[in-house]
C-alpha cells in the first residue's frame, strides 16, 4: 500500500511545510505538489522539508497559467501517482488536515485496501481562531484548537486510484469510474479558512478570476459573481466581508468545540505512538451529497 498526497498551491509558505510534515508523520512518503502563480517562498519551504526527510519522495509541478484548472492539475498528479506505485490518492488542499483515529494513515486505510478501485467519503469541517489562542504559535493548524461542532454540508473524497478515474470540482467527488468503498467513519477533513485579511482577500480575487477565465465573466457561478461584487465595490467589499466573518465568529463562541490537534504531529521526529489520541467527530450524521453515488 502506498498513498501520495497531492496539491496545488498558490501562495501558501506560512502553511506548506507544517501540512506536507503533518502528512509525513502519519504515514506518507510520496509527494506531488503543483505550483500555481507562486510568488512567495513556498517552493524554498518545500525544498527544506524535502532536505529534512530524505526518504520523502517529492516531485513538484509549475502552472504558470492564471486560469482555474485545478481538476487538470489533480487528474495529471494523480495518473504521475498512479505510475509510480501509488495506488491510494489524498487530495489535500494547504489549509487542511486529514484528521484520523490513532493519526496512522496506513492502518485506517488497511481495511479497504481489498477493494481493486473505489472512494472515500470524509466529513469536512471548519476549525476557528478564538481570544485564548496562543498568538506565539505560528503554526495555525496547533495554534486554532476550537471547531464547527457540526460538518459542513458538502463532503471530501479520497481514492484508491484507477487510471480511468477523475475528479470533479476540488476534491468533492469522482466522476468517473465512480465505486464508493466506504464512508471514514473515524477521520474527517479539519479545514482552517480565512485566516487572515489578506489572505482572504487574495484568494477570493485569485479563485474569482479564475472561474472568470475559465468559465466566462458572464458565468452563474458564485465565484464570478463574488469577483464581479468585488471588482465594482473595491475594498469596502473585502472590510465588509472580513468583518462579518469576525463578528460571526465571536457571536458563536460558545458553540465551538475543543478538539486540538497535537503540536507534535507537525515537527520532524513525532512519533505517533506517543501521540495524545484523544479524538473527537464533528456532530450529526456523514452529510456527504458530493461525494455519495448518484442513483
Not at 28 to 48: G, L
Not at 78 to 94: E, F, K, L, Q
Not at 171 to 191: D, E, P, Q, T, Y
Request: glycine content about 4%; some cysteine.
Amino acid at each position: 500500500m502506498r498513498p501520495a498526497y497531492i496539491t496545488s498551491i498558490k501562495n501558501e509558505e506560512k502553511l506548506i511545510g507544517f501540512n506536507l510534515q503533518y502528512y509525513y508523520n502519519i504515514g506518507i512518503r510520496n509527494f506531488y505538489i503543483t505550483f500555481n502563480c507562486t510568488t512567495d517562498n513556498s517552493v524554498d519551504v518545500v525544498r527544506e522539508f524535502e532536505r529534512i526527510n530524505p526518504d520523502a519522495i517529492v516531485k513538484t509541478f509549475i502552472d504558470s497559467s492564471p486560469t482555474y484548472n485545478l481538476i487538470e492539475r489533480l487528474n495529471y498528479m494523480s495518473d504521475v501517482a498512479y505510475v509510480d506505485g501509488c495506488n491510494w490518492i489524498i487530495p489535500v488542499d494547504a489549509d487542511e488536515i486529514l484528521k484520523l483515529y490513532n493519526y496512522n494513515l496506513l492502518d485506517a486505510l488497511a481495511p479497504h485496501n481489498k477493494h481493486e478501485y473505489g472512494y472515500i467519503v470524509c466529513r469536512w469541517c471548519d476549525y476557528v481562531p478564538m481570544q485564548s489562542d496562543d498568538k506565539s504559535d505560528v503554526n495555525y493548524f496547533s495554534q486554532w484548537q476550537y471547531r464547527e461542532p457540526r460538518c459542513r454540508p458538502q463532503s471530501k473524497v479520497f481514492a484508491k486510484w484507477h487510471p480511468d478515474m477523475k475528479w470533479g470540482t476540488g476534491h468533492h467527488l469522482v466522476v468517473s469510474k465512480r465505486k464508493k468503498i466506504a464512508n471514514a467513519h473515524k477521520i474527517f477533513v479539519a479545514h482552517f479558512p480565512n485566516r487572515e485579511y489578506e489572505q482572504l482577500k487574495n484568494k477570493m480575487l485569485t479563485i474569482g478570476k479564475g472561474f472568470s477565465l475559465k468559465y466566462g465573466a458572464n458565468s452563474e457561478t458564485l465565484q464570478v459573481k463574488q469577483y464581479k461584487e468585488a471588482l465594482e465595490k473595491g475594498e469596502q467589499y473585502f472590510i465588509d466581508l472580513w468583518d462579518r466573518l469576525q463578528n460571526g465568529r465571536e457571536s458563536r463562541k460558545s458553540d465551538f468545540v475543543y478538539d486540538p490537534i497535537p503540536k507534535e504531529l507537525f515537527y520532524k521526529g513525532c512519533d505517533i505512538s506517543k501521540v495524545n489520541k484523544n479524538f473527537k467527530l464533528p456532530d450529526a450524521t456523514l452529510l456527504s451529497g458530493h461525494g455519495e453515488e448518484k442513483t
